[in-house]
């Protein structure tokens, strides 16, 4: 294409000056206020009771929340579909801890997906949260880590409930495992990684 063609030039002109292809006007959206529930709503369901108690000290759930539960609780598929920053992972989260609390099999029992590893360690930090406080409270070694491309070069949380050494998790799989579709298929046909999944008893896939 030539520099000094007058008539690209102009449609260029025009297409960038009055076309809002390439930008926008800023638009500003505010976050919809979910609806919350009393405690006796949530007092019902069939947690643990030490769970329950930590549940209620640290929150008071959303509606969409007591659904998810709910569902889990019963062994139900589930979807939760909520904004950001509508407690989607206490969703899914409480209920696969109130399952591990006595679930005495070895290998790993939950697997959640995540399709960013930023977005695996920053919600990493929330279960390793969860994790310690329920494995003082209730005398448990439960463990949950990371498995991805960053794995070993990320700096670790500091939580006890984490591992952060890709030979500790291969050679004792945690309780939950944390990764990405990229690395899940590079752990279901690489004999390297799959070993991760020897006597495993995957309950919850999320």
Not at 3 to 18: D, F, G, T
Not at 23 to 40: G, H
Not at 126 to 143: A, C, M, Q
Request: charged letters at 30%; hydrophobic letters at 35%; one cysteine or more.
């Amino acid at each position: 294409i030539c520099r000094n063609n007058i008539s690209l030039e102009k449609e260029l002109k025009e297409l960038y000056l009055n076309n809002d292809l390439l930008w926008r006007d800023l638009m500003l959206q505010s976050l919809p206020e979910y609806k919350k529930v009393e405690s006796e709503d949530f007092n019902k369901l069939n947690f643990d009771k030490d769970l329950l108690k930590i549940i209620r000290s640290k929150m008071l759930p959303y509606i969409h929340q007591i659904k998810a539960w709910k569902n889990i609780l019963e062994n139900k598929n589930c979807v939760i579909a909520t904004g950001t920053g509508s407690g989607k992972t206490e969703g899914f989260f409480f209920p696969i801890i109130n399952n591990l609390i006595t679930n005495e099999n070895s290998g790993v029992k939950a697997i959640i997906i995540y399709p960013l590893k930023a977005l695996a360690r920053d919600q990493g930090k929330r279960i390793g949260e969860y994790l310690d406080i329920v494995n003082k409270e209730k005398n448990t070694s439960l463990k949950y880590a990371i498995l991805d491309g960053d794995t070993e070069r990320s700096a670790p949380s500091g939580f006890d409930s984490e591992i952060t050494v890709k030979e500790e998790m291969l050679d004792s799989p945690p309780d939950i495992l944390i990764t990405n579709y990229v690395m899940l298929e590079r752990i279901l046909i690489d004999p390297k990684y799959n070993k991760i999944l020897n006597n495993s008893n995957i309950e919850y896939i999320v």
